[in-house]
């Protein structure tokens, strides 16, 4: 089993590919550099399975297909290539995808704490905005009942903040439900 050196400054994609499958823990690699994410949260992982039950129920059956937390978002900023670990991702299409990785995502979730809350709003809110085929980014907050969600519109990228009793649409997926749904078995307010 490969394992990912610690002491290399920078991995070639093919090298941290090759290696990632074989690691215990999940990294991300930004443009050679790999950073090893730290687990989660019960109430982020509460979250997570929510969404997974929700994405597989209203996707069942048809062109567009969720995947969780373990496939990674492909993108190419300039001369770089990054890999991400959303939370969730769809995909419509077969177009794009590798054996672990997607790099023509629809919709992209990221589920929000304070230690992650810089990242996903600033580093990788910038980086999957570029993506052409993205047409929602969707930003989960964990502590409380709210959902952040991008839409892209031919005007640019229109915000929305969504509470307790609103539903979240995503038109060009299809896919809808309550905003509650996501905070089954979780006490948040």
């Known amino acids: 089993m490969p394992a990912i050196p610690h002491c290399q400054p920078w991995l070639s994609v093919e090298e941290f590919l090759a290696a990632e499958t074989g690691y215990k823990v ?41 995947f969780g937390s373990d496939m990674k978002a492909r993108l190419s900023l300039g001369s ?23 790099e023509r995502p629809s919709v992209i979730f990221e589920i929000i704490s304070e230690s992650t809350r810089s990242i996903d709003e600033r580093e990788k809110r910038i980086a999957y905005l570029s993506l052409p085929s993205l047409d929602a980014y969707v930003r989960i907050e964990q502590d409380r009942l709210e959902v952040t969600i991008e839409h892209r519109d031919p005007a640019g990228w229109r915000r929305e903040v969504l509470g307790e009793g609103d539903m979240i649409r995503l038109a060009t997926v299809e ?3 309550p905003v509650a749904a996501l905070y089954e078995r979780l006490a948040v307010n």
Not at 35 to 57: D, E, F, K, Q, V
């Open 26 to 66: 999940k990294h991300e690699y930004l443009g050679g550099i790999i950073y090893a994410m730290a687990g989660a949260s019960l109430p982020h992982n509460t979250i997570g399975a929510n969404l997974a039950g929700i994405l597989y129920a209203c996707l069942r059956g048809r062109r567009c297909q969720p």
């Open 80 to 102: 770089n290539t990054y890999f991400y670990y959303p939370d969730a991702m769809i995909v419509c299409g077969q177009a794009g995808l590798g054996t672990s990785w997607c």
């Open 175 to 177: 896919v809808e439900f």
